[in-house]
């Protein structure tokens, strides 16, 4: 009898001992806990390098939730799968993303391309005027372009596809693009060739057109995607500094499959608690572990600061930061520079953004200061499209408001420029009116710091490899 009561006894152990193993060993995965043997250096070091990894995605969602998502916000723009026509320039006003420019009016798609693809239509433009549906998935990878530059002026349908998708293409379609993720975003420019050009911006505008696979095909849907429950996004401030950024950008990457290359990236990122399947909760971390996430933040944004220094320099340029998967190779910090300094820039082949923070003396240019910026006879910006100067305060990264309602001097304003003697163009970078007679080459600065971005749309070879040069901006004593 005692030796059947130990049986029993051992059997019983050993069965509660192997469910409070398993429950152990599954722990990690279905809570998203980080590793108990990670030290606080490692965390610190896995926090800033997914920290410059997710910014660009947590940044994305933020205006992604604002323009297509959050419909009692001010800047919301249209449901998902709906395309909204901005039919104006933007202004001070418009603070939903950094450099927004003031010469191509937008339009803008929130591709939700979990059920079935969409197909695009381009309207066919006249000659002259530039425009483009920039194709951009959750990483802010730019990964096609339709318009002027790629496909012509001509229009045409063209299909866009999630990730999964093994279709056949139907006819009727020029070509296909594959996001890389499940939601996507189009964001279109067409050109404005002055004030009184807006009607047919309008147009074009018009012709923007989408739908849904199905409804082309003229077939009935295909069962709905499952209801996302989506999370209120963090402020722009916040993204520096909250420790929920991990959390937000778990939720980013459920609609991101990862990349074959981010494999090792990720398993190491799993450590932390962050992924795809996993939760990340701060509030359940020791205060040595909390710190050192906020530290890996900050010490992410060092390594950002020391990179903006060499780009003012003129040592790296911008042209390096936006674009493609296979363009950026895995840059991370590239990637996280590019939507700072100006979410859903362009490819290079697309538009350079040549960067004027500093003077002709290396020194940060401010409003407090005087400052000329003069292009020599035949040295203005080598384009097949046009160019432009747009101004923004330093600090947000916004138009600034000013009595003339002007943001930029652009390539279509040349007859209305003055020319100087030898046939050049002078223009006044200062926060005074230079004088009436010289107010049509004026572009107006705060009282403070200030840059202004350089953009040569469709630049030409000469532009892209270096042979033409931009001016300095001259301190005027």
């Known amino acids: 009898m005692r030796g059947q009561i130990l049986f029993l006894f051992s059997r019983r152990f ?3 001992l192997t469910s409070v193993l398993f429950s152990s060993a599954l722990m990690p995965t279905i809570s998203g806990a980080q590793s108990p043997s990670l030290s606080v250096a490692e965390a610190r070091a896995i926090a800033k390098d997914a920290y410059i990894y997710g910014f660009p995605l947590v940044d994305h969602y933020r205006v992604q939730y604002t323009y297509f998502q959050d419909r009692s916000h001010p800047e919301f723009k249209a449901p998902w799968n709906t395309i909204n026509n901005t039919a104006r320039i933007y202004t001070p006003d418009d603070k939903a993303f950094p450099t927004p420019n003031a ?39 730019n990964f096609a372009y339709v318009g002027s530059r790629t496909t012509g002026n001509d229009g045409g349908k063209f299909l866009l596809v999630g990730p999964h998708w093994k279709g ?3 006819p009727g379609i020029k070509d296909v693009f594959r996001s890389e993720t499940e939601f996507a975003f189009v964001f279109y420019r067409t050109q404005l060739l002055g004030p009184a050009d807006i009607e047919n911006v309008k147009k074009v505008q018009a012709g923007y057109k989408v739908q849904t696979l199905s409804a082309f095909l003229g077939k009935p849907a295909p069962a709905a995607a499952p209801k996302v429950e989506f999370l209120k996004p963090l402020s722009a401030a916040q993204e520096r500094t909250s420790p929920e950024f991990f959390n937000q950008l778990n939720f980013v990457l459920r609609f991101c499959p990862t990349h074959p290359s981010e494999q090792v990236l990720m398993e190491r990122f799993a450590k932390l608690g962050i992924g795809a399947a996993k939760q990340f909760d701060a509030q359940m971390l020791s205060p040595e572990m909390r710190e050192a996430i906020t530290a890996g933040m900050a010490d992410a944004w060092h390594e950002f600061d020391d990179l903006s220094k060499r780009v003012a320099k003129g040592e790296i340029s911008t042209m390096n930061f936006l674009g493609s998967r296979e363009f950026l190779k895995s840059n991370y910090l590239y990637r996280m520079r590019g939507t700072v300094s100006g979410i859903y820039g362009n490819d290079k082949e697309e538009t350079i953004y040549p960067p004027f923070y500093l003077d002709s003396t290396g020194q940060k240019v401010d409003g407090n200061n005087r400052y000329t910026l003069r292009f020599a006879p035949d040295q203005l910006p080598p384009v097949n499209a046009f160019w432009s100067l747009t101004l923004y305060d330093l600090s947000t990264r916004l138009l600034v408001a000013n009595p003339l309602n002007r943001y930029l001097i652009n390539s279509p304003m040349l007859p209305d420029l003055k020319r100087d003697a030898d046939g ?25 710091p200030f840059y202004v971005a350089g953009r040569l749309y469709w630049p030409k070879p000469e532009a892209l490899n270096g042979t033409w040069k931009a001016p300095k901006l001259q301190r005027v004593e």
Do not use: C
Request: a negative charge.
């Open 14 to 16: 050993a069965s509660i």
């Open 103 to 141: 010469d191509t009016p937008y339009s803008q798609l929130g591709a939700d391309l979990r059920s079935e693809p969409l197909v695009l239509t381009m309207p066919a433009v006249e000659k002259g005027r530039y425009y483009s549906a920039q194709f951009v998935d959750a990483y802010t990878h």
């Open 168 to 170: 056949k293409t139907p």
């Open 424 to 448: 050049g163009i002078t223009l006044y970078v200062q926060h005074d009116s230079p004088g009436k007679d010289k107010e049509a080459n004026w572009l107006p600065a705060p009282k403070g």
